[in-house]
């Protein structure tokens, strides 16, 4: 097998403002790998708040790729990536997903099957996709409520942890007066004290709110669950829950735990979380960072498998370089074509 890499600018269609920083765009770095004719791509985005620029997004998959030439075939380097042989303990999680990406994408179209089915899912996964409302001015938090409600949308996400509460609080006043049918969920990104979130909870469940990820700052477990024993509403851990061994200490402490495959490792990662959980009385979230569709695609696959599903960083996008996951209308779908089912778009040609 022999690989290449690519990198990207994604833009965003508008800053997005979350409590810890404001986003216009990121940087993508797409993954190829080849064998007997057949192209299997992956892609891993930066992200400040796990210190992966660019630069060390493409010094770890260059190593990965070149590494890959080693093995006889995806399936084969697929295994020593489930057991460490590959993209070892060294390499970012968003890293060790995107290889996988890319090999599932790959073995599936060698074997002819959508990644869904390799997984032992019947028929291609359907979700309703929330969609992220930003920090920003009540008029076009609002304005983009009505839009995204207009357009079929069932679950809105607001992000909140403006320094003064009551910003966000009348922030969700508005979203629910606006789309009073949608579901709500609500992400402070870890930005209210245990005091705070206590006080303020039970405001946002008297509004709908149906649950909130990380009210309060990660690094305190215990906390977090002594928070969500006594809340209103789900409390669901984002930031407390990066890998297997942080969900196991929040399991049956906390109604949700949200698996990003860029933060835990890729598909194989997140089936051992979901199966971790499983009669633990904590559900599977399964979140993304802001991504093309073909960055999103293998959580897609999994997305029958989660109570809520926030697969919506495709949409962010002023242009999204890669189709075949829907997700416009508020419902993402994974494609029945074989491997991840997506095609990159050609500008000014179409899709390729």
Request: hydrophobic share 45%; net charge negative.
């Amino acid at each position: 097998m022999k690989a290449g890499l690519r990198t990207v600018r994604l833009e965003l269609t508008e800053p997005l403002r979350i409590s810890r920083s404001v986003m216009t765009a990121r940087d993508a770095v797409w993954l190829t790998v080849e064998h007997d004719g057949v192209t299997g791509h992956g892609e891993a985005v930066t992200s400040v708040y796990y210190r992966l620029d660019a630069g060390a997004l493409e010094r770890f998959l260059t190593e990965v790729g070149t590494d890959l030439a080693r093995f006889p075939d995806p399936e084969s380097a697929l295994e020593a990536l489930r057991v460490g042989e590959l993209a070892g303990e060294s390499a970012p999680p968003a890293v060790t997903a995107g290889v996988e990406a890319a090999l599932l994408d790959l073995a599936g179209k060698r074997a002819g099957s959508p990644i869904h089915r390799l997984l032992g899912a019947t028929a291609p996964p359907v979700a309703a996709t929330a969609r992220t409302i930003g920090i920003t001015s009540l008029a076009h938090a609002a304005a983009q409520a009505r839009c995204l409600a207009a357009g079929g949308f069932e679950v809105i996400k607001v992000k909140a942890g403006t320094p003064d509460p009551e910003d966000d609080v009348e922030r969700v006043r508005v979203i629910r007066d606006a789309a009073p049918r949608a579901r709500l969920l609500l992400d402070p990104n870890g930005a209210w004290t245990v005091a705070q979130a206590a006080a303020l909870l039970h405001r946002f469940a008297d509004l709908g709110v149906e649950a909130v990820e990380q009210p309060v700052a990660p690094g305190d477990p215990a906390a977090l669950g002594a928070l969500a024993a006594r809340s209103p509403l789900p409390v669901i851990a984002d930031e407390d829950a990066v890998g297997l061994e942080d969900v196991r200490r929040l399991a049956g402490r906390v109604q949700g735990v949200n698996v990003k495959l860029a933060k835990c490792g890729g598909v194989h990662a997140a089936l051992r979380i979901a199966e971790l959980i499983e009669g633990s009385g904590t559900e599977l979230m399964l979140g993304c960072l802001t991504a093309s569709s073909l960055g999103l695609a293998p959580a897609v696959h999994l997305a029958d498998r989660a109570r809520w599903a926030d697969l919506d960083g495709h949409l962010l996008l002023a242009r999204d370089p890669w189709t075949g996951i829907g997700g416009e209308d508020g419902v993402v779908r994974a494609s029945d074509r074989p491997g991840l089912g997506v095609q990159e778009v050609v500008a000014n040609e179409g899709v390729a």
